[in-house]
């Protein structure tokens, strides 16, 4: 019967899985049951975990009635169950890369410090079911954004907040870099089992910056095979990525597809209205009292992230203690002078009209006119969408510098931008020459 079996089986598995799972596994058959005994107990799991089902459907397939029961036992078919020899140093090893197991994770990274606007609001609800629900709410879940948005501060939330209820929870989070890095180890010193083995023991696994993992084969097939058993155990994954999934060159398609099973919520960058109340929180939190037109001050200028912002705030708190003055509008302007020097010398839409104009060869009355030929609306539109992507300005306020057109229109560009660009190269190519002449 196990013969037939392993015929079977070898049309599913490769040559190596058979060669290391299953040719090992001695055998015991009679007519009630199948006993499979695996030398060690890692083996009996890592069997049980990925092959189990598939040996009760293949012994289902080619046995007669009755259809035996399939065990795994750890032993050998001779009298009592044993334990090879190389079963003890595995098993002793796994104490120490335990501990080390993924992050530290941050304390102050909680749901409580996470100030909640519309630009977040989804993914930290979603984050909160998670950490209320493991396994239960979404699984995975997959949060998307640029840098600085609060991806890694949700994720430890949702740990911190995992072990408030549980102390015992076994949690990683672990940076994609890190993970790779830990897994090639593992591969060197010969200690991969047991590194697969601490993975697949958790109750929540959460893999940051999983861009990292783009081109790097070997981590993505052990990372998928690590994430089907964890989902499968009905344990929690939460990923973020700085981009949405399927975006990512040089990640497989099959992790992809299954990173959209659970939950995948994007972050924006916090619109200005959650930059001041981050601000003013994260301020209050320092013991200082932020003056609201400070606030609205620094978060109309930094736009693109939080974690900017906070970097701003340090400053003026800084040299406030420093100098010892009071934090008004004048003293915030000089504290962070040249920071948004570099912020508005970036780009200017007067610049980039300018520099459109130039590069098409033509005059800037056209170019802000009213004429709607196609020479003159391509590339007032690329101005616009170039606009809208280099500086803070808002659609309204754009339109505005672009002879008073409505935000409508601006939006309309930028899509219309977006679309030709993909479809058409040449244009592409001159949206490229434009981004790094403005930006170089
Ligand atoms: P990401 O992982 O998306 O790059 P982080 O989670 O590291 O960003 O966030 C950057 C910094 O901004 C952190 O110090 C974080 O605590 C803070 N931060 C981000 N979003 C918020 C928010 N909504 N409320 C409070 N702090 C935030
Ligand atoms: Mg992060």
Redesign the pocket.
Known sequence: LWQRCLDRLGRDLTEQELNTWIRPLQVKADEQALRLMAPNRFVRDWVRDQFLRLIQEVVEEVSADPIPEVHLEIGSAGLKPRRSPSAEPAERRQQAPEARLGSRL?P??TFE?????KS?QLA?AAARQVAENPGQAYNPLFIY????????????AVANRMLESNPKARIAYVHSERFVGDMVKALQHNTINDFKRLYRGLNALMI??IQFFAGKERSQEEFFHTFNALLEGQQQVIL?C?RYPKEVNGLEERLKSRFGWGLTVA?EP?ELE?SVA?LI??AAQDGVQLPDEVAFFIAQRIRS???E??GALRRVIANSRFTGQPITMDFTKEALRDLLALHEKLVTIDNIQKTVANYFKMGIKDLLGKRRSRSITRPRQIAMALAKELTNHSLPEIGEEFGGRDHTTVLHACRKVKELRETDTRIDDDYQNLLRTLTT
């Open positions: 941050v102050d990274h410090n996470f100030i909640e606007g977040n930290r954004g640029g840098v600085g948005l609060g991806k890694t501060h949700l994720m430890h940051d910056d973020t700085d972050i916090p959650t981050i929180r994260k992230n939080v974690r912002l906070e």
